[in-house]
């Protein structure tokens, strides 16, 4: 059974640093494209980074490049999205999401609040 | 960016009655391979979406064959034959063909 399982949620205040980390299960973690997926309370859904199985592409959306680095650890089965400098409306949960294009499985998220 | 156009916002609808929601990009979706990466997630009140059909019209595991999906280009739709009451929650779009990829802003099925 294919699990993804998200920590490193919490509230920092603005300019401040949170690290997310997703643990991953049941399939061949190296060998796909993993990505993550934010919603702001009460909105839609908003594709924010991915990276290939190798770690040697990644890609960003625009709101947070230079702020944001996803990284991963295939030894470990293990995602990350180290996130700096970050403002109010970065406030959102926070999916780890599998693929690059299908998105067929998802975390349950961790809530990521950013206010002083 | 890829604009993605969900209607309607939300759809009420009765117990038993078939629901359609329509999708539509402001580009061409098909990708350079031929596929056309257009999918259809649910995400029910609380929980994290899930998908339930991939590539246009492919329905995942487990997904209903009352759920069906359709179109081409850049106009696709979500068909439900017959609404349950397990179907309520925010409907979404996304395409993955082009960078970056993008979800369209939702749908929201009630039962009236």
């Known amino acids: 059974e294919v699990q993804l399982v998200e920590s490193g949620g919490g509230l920092v205040q603005p300019g401040g640093s949170l690290r997310l980390s997703c643990a991953a299960s049941?399939?061949?973690?190296?060998?796909?494209?993993m990505s993550w997926v934010r919603q702001a309370p009460g909105k839609g859904l908003e594709w924010v980074a991915n990276?290939?199985?190798?770690?040697?592409?990644?890609n960003y959306v625009d709101s947070v490049k230079g702020r944001f680095t996803i990284s991963r650890d295939n030894a470990k089965n293990s995602l990350c999205l180290q996130m700096n400098s970050l403002r109010a409306e970065d406030t959102a949960v926070y999916y780890c999401?599998?693929?690059?294009?299908?998105?067929?499985?998802w975390g349950q998220g961790t809530l990521v609040t950013v206010s002083s | 960016d890829v604009v993605m156009t969900q209607s309607p916002l939300a759809l009420p609808v009765t117990l038993g009655q078939p629901a359609s929601i329509s999708c539509r990009s402001s580009?061409?979706?098909?990708?350079?391979?031929?596929?056309?990466?257009l999918n259809w997630f649910r995400q029910r009140p609380g929980q994290s979406p899930r998908r339930l059909i991939y590539?246009?019209?492919n329905r995942d595991s487990g997904v209903p064959d009352r759920f069906s999906g359709s179109g081409s280009g850049t106009d696709f739709t979500l068909k439900i034959s017959r609404v349950e009451a397990e179907d309520v929650g925010v409907y979404y779009c996304?395409?993955?063909?082009?960078?970056?990829?993008?979800f369209g802003g939702g749908t929201k099925v009630e039962i009236k």
């Open positions: 049941g399939f061949t973690f190296s060998s796909l494209w």
């Open positions: 590539k246009v019209s």
């Open positions: 996304m395409q993955g063909t082009h960078w970056p990829p993008g």
């Open positions: 580009q061409s979706l098909v990708h350079s391979d031929g596929n056309t990466y």
């Open positions: 999401v599998r693929g690059k294009m299908g998105f067929d499985y």
């Open positions: 990276i290939k199985q190798d770690g040697t592409e990644k």
